[in-house]
């Protein structure tokens, strides 16, 4: 029986075709330097890990590469603030939109540390454990969603309840915020579950009634113990005797050093608020094309920072679609776009997403393949439909508010649905260009990865293309 893709192969040949000059294998750019593995051991970064970052150094590397002098550098997908806190320490003028308020939490506990009294939060660290003994009752707690219901052991629970309500009567607010965000920083460690991509798993000692093959997470650690390890490692990164302590970060470098602007929200209708032509350099990683759900692996950090079920939700249906659940945006996108008096753009967004032959191509193999059966969620052609219609309207809006002359850096990667790679950095890159950025260079990654476990079965352990897209404004 013929293969789909051998009935529709033309249209993606042809965009490789049209790009191949550009592709380019960046041995300097290994995975470890480009992802957060770099950023483990760093001050700050080695707090909370975020693995769906990517590493300062990638960042200094394009700023200094491709920038003569600092000027206004934007990351729409702001994440922890990696391209804002990188490009501060270089003299950038960083902005950044970030959706999830874990991301944007993590920002405001790190921009609490320029200029806290570290004595005090020495002090207050050295008495917490008398004082949490004299908190009996509880004024703050966790309130649970259904997908975080018994994540911790009772007794951990109890105590995290006791430490959010010390914490709450912490007079100055820069403490408070780093004090809170160090029991933040540990919540999977004291938990039953592992963040595990789409969603958590659970371990097999929770209360949960769990079906599948008992899951062992190893050593669940003592609230106590998490927090005592994690405030020493806060305080040995604060102090000024230490060679890689922040304050080494926080002295300018010769460089001025400006604060970063932070905007919670949605880059579908933050982006759109700049002006044109304000920003030198875009830095950016958007959520992959992977079914990734930021918002279920990241649900306890989400109830502790106060989300309800109906807010986690909504964050989830706001998110760039890069999940099965995501619904379309389209209408509100329309509606959001006449509302601020530019249906031209909107317009414009459309036409270039339905001109893109690889893209129609794309979607219609993907319906293909449902039909046959093939793609273990019949939700897969959606998710990407949506997910490419809104990085083009991102594209678009990231080419206006970059200056002539100025760079876009993306990183992205490949991916692949019932055995067919979509291929990612050619069609954005194809946007792009409608949008009148000139493709310099798709960067790809020495090692690209491997596909899920469930693909690999299937199809044998093939790699995507893993690429740093580097855009220039025409
Ligand atoms: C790959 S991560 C970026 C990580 C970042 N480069 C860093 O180093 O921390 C993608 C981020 O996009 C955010 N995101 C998803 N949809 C968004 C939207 N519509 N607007 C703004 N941010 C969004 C996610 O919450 C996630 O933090």
Redesign the pocket.
């Known amino acids: 029986m013929r293969q789909v893709a051998e009935i529709f192969p033309t249209e993606r040949q042809r965009l490789y075709n049209r790009f191949a000059g550009r592709l380019e294998t960046a041995y300097n750019l290994s995975r470890k330097v480009v992802s957060f593995q770099a950023n483990k051991d760093k001050p700050v970064y080695r707090w909370f890990k975020?693995k769906?970052?990517?590493s300062s150094s990638l960042v200094k590397y394009f700023l200094t590469e491709y920038s003569s002098k600092p000027g206004r550098v934007l990351?729409?997908?702001?994440?922890?603030?990696?391209?804002l806190f990188a490009a501060q320490e270089l003299g950038w003028k960083s902005y950044g939109?970030?959706?999830?308020p874990v991301?944007d939490s993590v920002m405001q506990a790190r921009e609490a540390l320029n200029g806290i009294d570290t004595e005090q939060l020495t002090k207050t660290v050295k008495n917490i454990w008398t004082e949490l003994a004299e908190v009996d009752l509880y004024d703050q707690h966790i309130k649970h969603i259904s997908i975080t219901k018994d994540a911790f052991p009772d007794e951990t629970e109890k105590y995290l309840n006791k430490y959010l309500t010390y914490c709450s009567k912490i007079k100055e607010k820069k403490i408070q915020a780093v004090m809170r965000f160090a029991a933040f920083s540990v919540l999977e460690e004291i938990s039953f579950t592992r963040k595990d991509g789409q969603y958590l798993r659970w371990d097999y000692r929770s209360k949960r009634k769990l079906s599948g093959k008992p899951f062992d997470k190893g050593k669940i650690l003592t609230f106590e113990d998490a927090l005592k390890h994690k405030l020493h490692q806060i305080i040995t990164d604060l102090s000024p005797n230490t060679s890689a302590s922040l304050f080494n970060q926080f002295e300018s470098n010769g460089h001025e050093q400006h604060p970063v602007k932070i905007i919670q929200g949605?880059?579908?209708e933050e982006l759109p608020k700049f002006e044109d032509d304000f920003f030198d350099f875009i830095v950016?990683?958007?959520?992959y094309c992977n079914r990734y759900d930021?918002t279920r692996t990241y649900a306890l950090e989400l109830v502790y920072l106060g989300c309800s079920n109906e807010q986690v939700r909504d964050l989830r249906q706001?998110?760039?679609s890069c999940t099965v659940e995501n619904k379309e945006k389209i209408d509100q996108l329309n509606q959001f776009y006449t509302s601020i008096d530019r249906s031209e753009t909107f317009d414009h967004v459309m036409k270039v997403y339905d001109n893109s032959a690889a893209m129609t191509e794309v979607n219609k193999v993907l319906d293909e393949l449902n039909k046959l059966q093939k793609l273990n969620n019949n939700n897969i052609p959606r998710m990407v439909r949506n997910y490419f219609l809104e990085l083009c309207f991102v594209i678009c809006e990231m080419a206006r508010v970059t200056k002539n002359g100025g760079y876009c850096v993306m990183v992205n990667d490949n991916v692949r649905y019932g055995g067919e790679e979509i291929s990612v950095d050619l069609i954005l890159s194809e946007f792009a260009e409608n949008f009148g950025y000139n493709i310099n260079k798709i960067f790809v990654l020495p090692k690209g990865k491997g596909n899920s476990s469930q693909q690999m079965g299937n199809y044998g352990r093939t790699e995507v293309r893993k690429c740093v897209y580097l855009w220039q404004k025409r």
């Open positions: 975020y769906e970052g990517f990351d729409p997908f702001a994440g922890v603030g990696t391209t939109i970030e959706l999830l991301g949605s880059c579908l950016t990683s958007p959520p930021y706001t998110m760039l």
